[in-house]
């Protein structure tokens, strides 16, 4: 049995941010029903690469989840659509604020038909406050949150990270509030709204850059390839290539420098005695580790640090990573049968649970899939579904 077994979830967003967090409750045994609009659906389904005509980017996203389609601007759609809220547990939607309420979906209307509804609305902005009528994206995040201003190197231009942290970010702390209303809801009964603003859901991960800043008016600048407090805490460029290399305390700093580098005398460099001094002097002290480091390649320094107990690793491109002995012993990259696309490669869970891991059940939903089973449990007649998709209320 599955952690989430026999908790309905109706699924009403799309691209990442809501679609994670559906994946995220169905892979613990959630039952997940993907609404989808009729005109292509989720819009990720739109997204290349595409294999067979199947994106690939829904694919990775929406496992474990079924998918149908309503036209929710048509009465009889909607009436469907409340018969399933009427049973869910959860809704999760991330339109735009105030497109909800124009389609009849919104909280209140749902609340109206089942009270212990955990509804979670996730936006660019939130559902009050003075921005809450606009649109927001990942990237507008990553620029208003002061993200940007400390990414990349100083005095060159702001740069983004590599992947969208702040949808997946949103999508994360959509999932904990979930279950925490959920929890709340097994205690009292109680339902409730959350509201989820892309815009806000990293913030709380700026503890350093707020005790700085809060502390002493201190601003975050942009350190490029090393950390802003602990020194060496960066990338270190061995003969071959760079490291990652993390002596983030005391000890850690002296076991590098006796048992890795046999350069005992730079404990007793001025520049270097403390962290602070370091940090201070964080051009001069990689000058000298580089200076020494430049000779071996960069196994030999990643091994010697492994056996002095001292944090480093390489800085893989992607498909190292997914080739990495380690994640593939902790099944982290799973594999699984889609009808149209055929065997195909996802990243696995990052959460293992002793009793009830996480399983891949079923690929993502081809658009509309299981429409015709899912209004069959509502009573739906052949007939009927026949008659719907021929006007355009469903696919």
Same mark, same amino acid.
């Given at each position: 049995?599955?952690?989430?077994?026999?908790?309905?979830?109706?699924?009403?967003? @799309?691209?990442?941010?809501?679609?994670?967090?559906?994946? &995220?409750?169905?892979?613990?045994?959630?039952?997940?029903?993907?609404? /989808? =609009?009729?005109?292509?659906?989720?819009?990720?389904?739109?997204?290349?690469?595409?294999?067979?005509?199947?994106?690939?980017?829904?694919?990775?996203?929406?496992?474990?989840?079924?998918?149908?389609?309503?036209?929710?601007?048509? /009465?009889?759609?909607?009436?469907?659509?409340?018969?399933?809220?009427?049973?869910?547990?959860?809704?999760? /939607?991330?339109?735009?604020?105030?497109?909800?309420?124009?389609?009849?979906?919104?909280?209140?209307?749902?609340?109206?038909?089942?009270?212990?509804?955990?509804?979670?609305?996730?936006?660019?902005?939130?559902?009050?406050?003075?921005?809450?009528?606009?649109?927001?994206?990942?990237?507008?995040? @990553?620029?208003?949150?002061?993200?940007?201003?400390?990414?990349?190197?100083?005095?060159?231009?702001?740069?983004?990270?590599?992947?969208? &942290?702040?949808?997946?970010?949103?999508?994360?702390?959509?999932?904990?509030?979930?279950?925490?209303?959920?929890?709340?809801?097994? *205690?009292?009964?109680?339902?409730?709204?959350?509201?989820?603003?892309?815009?806000?859901?990293?913030?709380?991960?700026?503890?350093?850059?707020?005790?700085?800043?809060?502390?002493?008016?201190?601003?975050? /600048?942009?350190?490029?390839?090393?950390?802003?407090?602990?020194?060496?805490?960066?990338?270190? =460029?061995?003969?071959?290539?760079?490291?990652?290399?993390?002596?983030? *305390?005391?000890?850690?700093?002296?076991?590098?420098?006796?048992?890795?580098?046999?350069?005992?005398?730079?404990?007793?460099?001025?520049?270097?005695?403390?962290?602070?001094?370091?940090?201070?002097?964080?051009?001069?002290?990689?000058?000298?580790?580089?200076?020494?480091?430049?000779?071996?390649?960069?196994?030999?320094?990643?091994?010697?640090?492994?056996?002095?107990?001292?944090?480093?690793?390489?800085?893989? *491109?992607?498909?190292?990573?997914?080739?990495?002995?380690?994640?593939?012993?902790?099944?982290?990259?799973?594999?699984?049968?889609?009808?149209?696309?055929?065997?195909?490669?996802?990243?696995?869970?990052?959460? =293992?649970?002793?009793?009830?891991?996480?399983?891949?059940?079923?690929?993502?939903?081809?658009?509309?899939?299981?429409?015709?089973?899912?209004?069959?449990?509502?009573?739906?007649?052949?007939?009927?579904?026949?008659?719907?998709?021929?006007?355009?209320?469903?696919?």
């Amino acid at each position: 049995m599955l952690p989430l077994q026999n908790v309905k979830v109706l699924d009403v967003s @799309q691209i990442m941010a809501g679609p994670y967090c559906t994946m &995220v409750l169905a892979d613990m045994g959630a039952e997940v029903i993907k609404v /989808e =609009k009729l005109n292509g659906g989720d819009d990720s389904r739109q997204m290349g690469p595409y294999i067979n005509d199947e994106s690939t980017c829904f694919s990775q996203i929406n496992r474990n989840k079924k998918s149908i389609s309503l036209n929710l601007k048509d /009465e009889r759609a909607r009436e469907i659509f409340y018969r399933l809220a009427k049973d869910a547990d959860v809704i999760v /939607e991330n339109y735009r604020t105030g497109v909800t309420k124009s389609l009849k979906i919104d909280y209140d209307t749902i609340k109206a038909i089942n009270p212990g509804i955990i509804y979670c609305s996730i936006s660019g902005y939130g559902q009050s406050g003075p921005y809450s009528h606009r649109g927001g994206f990942d990237l507008v995040a @990553q620029g208003m949150t002061g993200l940007m201003s400390m990414t990349g190197e100083k005095g060159r231009r702001p740069l983004k990270t590599g992947i969208a &942290v702040y949808d997946i970010g949103a999508g994360i702390t959509a999932v904990y509030s979930i279950l925490a209303a959920y929890i709340h809801k097994a *205690n009292s009964g109680e339902g409730q709204h959350i509201d989820i603003a892309i815009t806000e859901c990293g913030l709380p991960w700026f503890a350093w850059e707020a005790a700085a800043y809060f502390g002493e008016g201190t601003l975050p /600048e942009p350190t490029g390839w090393r950390h802003r407090v602990s020194a060496p805490y960066q990338a270190v =460029k061995a003969s071959d290539g760079y490291i990652m290399l993390g002596c983030a *305390n005391q000890r850690t700093w002296e076991r590098f420098c006796q048992d890795v580098l046999a350069r005992e005398d730079l404990m007793a460099d001025p520049r270097f005695l403390t962290n602070s001094d370091r940090g201070q002097h964080v051009e001069e002290l990689e000058a000298v580790l580089e200076a020494i480091m430049v000779d071996r390649d960069m196994n030999h320094w990643l091994a010697l640090c492994d056996k002095a107990g001292v944090p480093a690793g390489p800085i893989n *491109n992607f498909a190292q990573a997914m080739q990495d002995e380690h994640y593939l012993a902790r099944g982290m990259v799973q594999e699984m049968d889609h009808p149209v696309i055929g065997k195909m490669k996802t990243i696995g869970f990052p959460s =293992k649970f002793s009793l009830t891991p996480s399983q891949i059940r079923s690929p993502a939903p081809l658009f509309g899939q299981h429409t015709d089973e899912v209004l069959d449990t509502l009573g739906v007649s052949p007939d009927q579904l026949e008659k719907l998709r021929s006007e355009g209320c469903i696919k």
